[in-house]
């Protein structure tokens, strides 16, 4: 039978019980509800519970902090993609940029939809600027 380590127990106690207010099998008891709810019978989330209490599978801990809080940030990664070539859709890229590192997450951009490097801007009297390679969203505002 596995044995927590005073280490991970540790770990648990101050990164996911919610100030000791969580055992590992309940925490674990929450997500599977929060994360499966309608998607699998009860007694397919009762056969996960048991699985992730035995520790064969460990969720992220991204998905074990945020289980039972108000607020969930379970992604990590996204991934953005331009749309136009245009200042508006620079300025709604970035938004969403920033609403994306601002729950933790890392970014990838695909900047295809932008002009290349050296073809000229349009709106801005026939004036060349680098493509999107070597710009960002903030270079857009000069």
């Known amino acids: 039978m596995y044995q927590d380590s ?8 101050q990164k996911y019980s919610h100030n000791g207010r969580y055992t590992y099998p309940e925490l674990c008891a929450i997500l599977v509800e929060e994360v499966c709810q309608a998607d699998m019978s009860k007694q397919d989330k009762a056969d996960l ?8 599978f460990i969720p992220g801990g991204r998905y074990l902090y945020y289980a039972g809080r108000p607020v969930k940030f ?3 990664c996204f991934l953005l993609k331009a749309e136009e070539d245009s200042r508006e859709d620079w300025a709604d890229l970035s938004w969403k940029a920033e609403r994306c590192l601002m729950v933790g997450g890392g970014i990838g951009v695909d900047y295809t939809a932008y002009r290349g490097e050296g073809q000229p801007l349009s709106r801005t009297g026939g004036q060349y600027r680098h493509g999107a390679i070597g710009a960002s969203p903030k270079d857009a505002h000069d």
């Open 74 to 76: 379970y992604n990590n």
């Open 6 to 13: 005073i280490f991970s127990q540790t770990i648990f106690k």
């Open 49 to 56: 519970t048991q699985i992730m209490t035995r520790k064969q």
